[in-house]
């Protein structure tokens, strides 16, 4: 695998560095559900946090994967479109989908093809870290959640775990994750708060690393819209 370094205002490397990030979870999409099976408690957990946030409201999901936030929740929402950019992800989501609340789609967070304020929640789980740029993601996100919408964002936040557990995201690193940001909790926050959300609610789950959930409101303040 090649990888580059994101340089602002290329084009092109930033198409190469999206085009790594997909080849990434196109390979590893049939296997994923199993890795996730280790934090199974954490995100029961996080099920019960979103279920009421998300109760008969229309939900977009960027970066699904393989879905598992999306069909957990889907019976409290009035529908969901739950999105990834690896159209194998997409695949291994479709592949027990039966709810007709549930639409899995294709396509790049940072370019979502929804109109302005379209939704009244949207979620984002496990993924900022992970992009390069996470920022431009979030305004995008903005962009199409309503003014008094919510956004839902848990992280991994490796820098806040262990001796072990930070040689395991190491190790992942070594493996091909591709791993752009490491925060503690608080930096994490920090980020959020230093991006255009007011953090609502927050609070760190136990998983193979600490998993920071947050609900975010947009702060006060016009939106821009890039």
């Known amino acids: 695998?090649?990888?580059?370094?994101?340089?602002?205002?290329?084009?092109?490397?930033?198409?190469?560095?999206?085009?790594?990030?997909?080849?990434?979870?196109?390979?590893?999409?049939?296997?994923?559900?199993?890795?996730?099976?280790?934090d199974r408690a954490a995100y029961e957990e996080m099920y019960g946090l979103i279920r009421p946030v998300v109760k008969a409201k229309t939900v977009l999901e960027v970066a699904t994967g393989t879905g598992l936030i999306a069909k957990s929740i889907v019976n409290a929402a009035a529908h969901i479109e739950a999105t990834d950019a690896s159209a194998k992800m997409i695949l291994e989501a479709k592949r027990d989908h039966q709810s007709a609340k549930l639409h899995f789609s294709v396509q790049?967070?940072?370019?979502?093809?929804?109109?302005?304020?379209?939704?009244?929640?949207?979620?984002?789980?496990?993924?900022l870290h992970i992009v390069p740029h996470p920022e431009k993601a979030l305004q995008e996100i903005r962009r199409v959640l309503?003014?008094?919408?919510?956004?839902?964002?848990?992280t991994f936040t490796h820098a806040g775990n262990s001796v072990s557990g930070k040689a395991k995201a190491l190790f992942m690193s070594l493996a091909g994750f591709p791993l752009h940001s490491?925060?503690?909790?608080?930096?994490?926050?920090?980020?959020?708060?230093?991006?255009?959300?007011?953090?609502?609610?927050?609070?760190?789950?136990?998983?193979?690393?600490?998993l920071t959930y947050a609900e975010c409101t947009k702060s006060e303040g016009p939106d821009v819209f890039l």
């Open 108 to 127: 790049d967070m940072f370019r979502l093809p929804y109109a302005q304020k379209s939704f009244e929640v949207v979620i984002v789980s496990n993924a």
């Open 1 to 38: 695998m090649i990888r580059v370094l994101w340089l602002d205002g290329s084009n092109f490397l930033g198409a190469i560095a999206t085009h790594e990030r997909k080849d990434f979870w196109d390979k590893n999409a049939g296997r994923y559900d199993r890795f996730m099976r280790n």
């Open 182 to 210: 490491r925060w503690t909790s608080e930096e994490y926050l920090r980020f959020l708060r230093q991006n255009g959300w007011a953090v609502q609610k927050s609070a760190v789950l136990k998983a193979s690393f600490p």
């Open 146 to 154: 309503k003014d008094d919408g919510v956004l839902i964002a848990p």
